[in-house]
C-alpha cells in the first residue's frame, strides 16, 4: 500500500530532512518543497526527489501532503498564501498532515478550510528530536478522523517508534504542547542544577553521571549531557522553537507558577540572542544571572 501513496513534503529543516529521507529510504514516492530551495538540494544527488516550485504545485501531484514547519504563521502560508496548498485544484482527495508544533486554534481552521475543499486533514505533530528523526523513532500524536490516520499509518510506522490517535482535530497539538511544557522545566531544571554545582566547585562533567545514573537521570539528561559538557549548543532542537512551544502553551491556558517562570527565562535567553542555539543553551544565559 505505502508505494501507491505519493507523498508531498514541505518543510525541510533540521527534522524535515531525515524524515523525508526515511520515506524514501521505505520506498515511498516523495516530492518536497521548500521556502528557500536551495536547501531542497540536500537530497539531490542520492535520489531522484522531485522538487516542486510551490506548495500548490506539490499538492496536486500528491496524495499525501506533509508540512513540518517553524511555527503557526509558516503553517497558515503554506495553506493560504499566494501559491499555497489551498489554490490548487482537484484536491478532493487529498490529506494532508501537520506534523508541525502549533496550536490547536491553526488546527481547528486549517481543518475546516481544507474540508471545504474535500481534503481530510490531521493534526500529527512529534515527540523527539533529530536523532530520534533519523533512526525513525519519532512518538507521534494524532488528531483528525480515525479512519484517516488508519490509511496513512503506513508513513507514521516509517517516521515513528509509535503513533497514537487521540481522537478530534487538535488534540495531537494539545498533547505536543503539555509535553513540550514539560520538557522545558526539565531543560531548565538540568541547566540550574549545573550552573548551581559550578558555583559551588562541582564540574558538569562530575555532576551529569550523577544525575544520569539518579532517579532524576532520564533520556533528556542523558542526550544533553555531552553537549553541556562540551559547550556544544549547536541546535538539535532550537531554543526559539521551545520559547515558541511555550508560547503556544500560555495562549492556550497555561498560567502556572513554574510555567510562567519558564516563559520569561526562555524569552529573556532569546533576547540576549541565544534563539538559534539549541534549547540547553538556556544555561549560558543561566550562568551569567
Ligand atoms: P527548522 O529547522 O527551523 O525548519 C523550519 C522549516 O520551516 C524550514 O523548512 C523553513 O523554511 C520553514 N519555514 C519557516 N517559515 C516559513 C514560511 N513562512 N513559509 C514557508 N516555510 C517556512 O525547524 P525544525 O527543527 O525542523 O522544526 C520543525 C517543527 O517541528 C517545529 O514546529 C518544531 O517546533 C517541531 N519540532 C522540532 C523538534 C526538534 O528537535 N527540532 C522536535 C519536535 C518537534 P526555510 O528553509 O525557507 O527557512
Known sequence: MKDKLRIGWIGL???????????????????????????????????????????????????????????????????????????????????????????????????????????????????????????????????????????????????????????????????KLAINLFLGITTVGLAEAVVFAAKNGLSSAELLPLINASVVGSGMTKMKSENIVNQDFRAAFALKLLAKDIGLATANGMDTPVGTALSSTLEAAVEEGLGDDDMIAVLKYLSKK
Open 13 to 175: 529543516g533540521n527534522m524535515g530532512v531525515p524524515m523525508v529521507k526515511n520515506l524514501i529510504k521505505a520506498g515511498f514516492e516523495v516530492g518536497v518543497y521548500n521556502r528557500n530551495e536551495e536547501k531542497a538540494k540536500v537530497l539531490q544527488g542520492q535520489t531522484d526527489v522531485r522538487i516542486a516550485h510551490s506548495p500548490a504545485d506539490l499538492a496536486a501531484n500528491a496524495d499525501v501532503i506533509i508540512t513540518m514547519l517553524s511555527n503557526d504563521d509558516a503553517v497558515k502560508e503554506v495553506f493560504r498564501g499566494e501559491s499555497g496548498i489551498l489554490t490548487a485544484s482537484n484536491l478532493a482527495k487529498l490529506i494532508a498532515i501537520d506534523m508541525s508544533t502549533v496550536s490547536p486554534e491553526t488546527t481547528l481552521s486549517l481543518a475546516a478550510a481544507c474540508l471545504e475543499k474535500g481534503i481530510a486533514y490531521l493534526d500529527a505533530p512529534v515527540s523527539g528530536s533529530v536523532k530520534p528523526a533519523e533512526t525513525g523513532e519519532l512518538f507521534i500524536m494524532v488528531g483528525g478522523k480515525e479512519e484517516i490516520y488508519q490509511r496513512v499509518k503506513s508513513i507514521f510506522d516509517t517516521l515513528g517508534k509509535a503513533s497514537v490517535y487521540l481522537g478530534e482535530n487538535g488534540k495531537g497539538n494539545v498533547a
